[in-house]
């Protein structure tokens, strides 16, 4: 899917007038507006219904401009800058006076990301023709705040519905899950949110593996909150040896339930709806919330996720999920 060239045009006269636009990243949707003005930032919080004091990623069009957007930026945010740029990365740095707390939630630092989507991308330089060449375009994922993300253009209308312009429509997006956010403001690298980026891949350019903080403490970043990402219908994680017995529980007591399973079904006929998720972790976080979505419209009373294996390659996939359980059941 391609926008038109009267699309991208449309699109950079909303961002220029201050008005909000839904772009397809490689991650997920984002909701996005001028970056530098703070009233067109107050659209994003207020169509989402999101805190005010919840920082904000800033999508720019290349690294270049990152010095107008945050100063001392050290020589290791470089090297993964031209490691991982365009892909699904934040960057936490040092912000520079001048940009706007209505984006850093009134911290001290600011987020930033080239995003690895083409549409993205063209829309980011000709908005950086229009606005000034270190224009930026901030961007939460494009829902209602703690549902789940979206990852068609479809999915923005069924959350957003008038509440945003324009739906620039990129297709289904590649990497389904939120971009690995990194602390570099506080000298050595920190991962502040799990990602398709993994320790594995950043220790390649690191010469070892960064530490993960969740601690209370760290600059607050987009996605860190307990309860996000979550479905109205309740959800649980409950182990595979078990998941026949729960599932038959359910149907006793006459609960209607969905399964999202990388495995098959154990008998025909139940539950009532069942979704087969791929069985690598970039697979199942590629089909991971459009799962969420299609089960949460299933009509069943609970969705259950068969616990996910342990091992380090499925931590983001796990991130979003146990995100998602604490904040179910809550629409």
Same mark, same amino acid.
């Given at each position: 899917?391609?926008?038109? +060239?009267? +699309?991208? %045009? @449309?699109? !950079?006269? *909303? *961002? =220029?007038?201050?008005? *909000? !636009?839904?772009?397809?990243?490689?991650?997920v949707y984002g909701l996005g507006a001028d970056a530098a003005n703070p009233d067109a930032v107050a659209k994003i919080f207020a169509a989402k219904g999101r805190p005010a004091d919840h920082p904000l990623i800033v999508h720019l069009a290349g690294h270049d401009a990152v010095d107008h957007w945050a100063e001392q930026v050290p020589a290791v945010a470089w090297e993964l800058m031209e490691t991982f740029w365009p892909g699904p990365l934040t960057l936490i740095l040092k912000k520079q006076?001048? =940009?706007?707390?209505?984006v850093t939630g009134g911290q001290?630092?600011? $987020? *930033? %990301? =080239?995003? $690895?989507h083409p549409v993205a991308l063209e829309l980011l330089r000709r908005f950086a023709a229009a606005k000034g060449e270190h224009a930026g375009i901030a961007a939460p994922?494009?829902? %209602?705040?703690? @549902?789940?993300?979206?990852?068609?253009?479809?999915? !923005? $209308?069924e959350e957003l519905g008038d509440r945003v312009p324009l739906i620039l429509d990129g297709g289904a997006c590649k990497v389904g899950i939120e971009s690995t956010i990194i602390d570099c403001s506080r000298g050595e690298p920190v991962i502040l949110r799990p990602g398709h980026i993994s320790p594995v891949h950043l220790e390649a350019v690191l010469g070892r593996q960064p530490a993960v903080e969740t601690a209370a403490g760290a600059p607050r970043v987009s996605g860190s909150l307990e309860a996000h990402y979550a479905p109205v219908t309740p959800l649980r994680m409950v182990a595979g040896e078990r998941l026949l017995d729960f599932i038959n529980a359910q149907r006793h007591r006459g609960g209607k339930c969905a399964v999202i399973s990388a495995n098959q079904p154990p008998q025909a006929g139940m539950p009532h709806a069942w979704r087969l998720m791929p069985a690598d972790p970039v697979g199942y976080a590629h089909d991971l919330y459009a799962a969420l979505r299609d089960m949460d419209h299933a009509g069943v009373d609970l969705i259950v996720v068969e616990t996910l294996p342990q091992d380090a390659a499925w931590t983001a996939v796990a991130d979003r999920l146990r995100r998602a359980v604490a904040g179910a059941g809550q629409g």
């Open positions: 899917m391609t926008p038109s +060239d009267n +699309d991208y %045009r @449309r699109a !950079v006269d *909303l *961002l =220029v007038a201050g008005e *909000l !636009v839904a772009i397809p990243t490689e991650t006076a001048w =940009v706007p707390a209505a001290d630092t600011v $987020g *930033l %990301r =080239v995003p $690895g994922s494009a829902n %209602r705040f703690g @549902r789940i993300s979206p990852t068609t253009a479809e999915h !923005v $209308g």
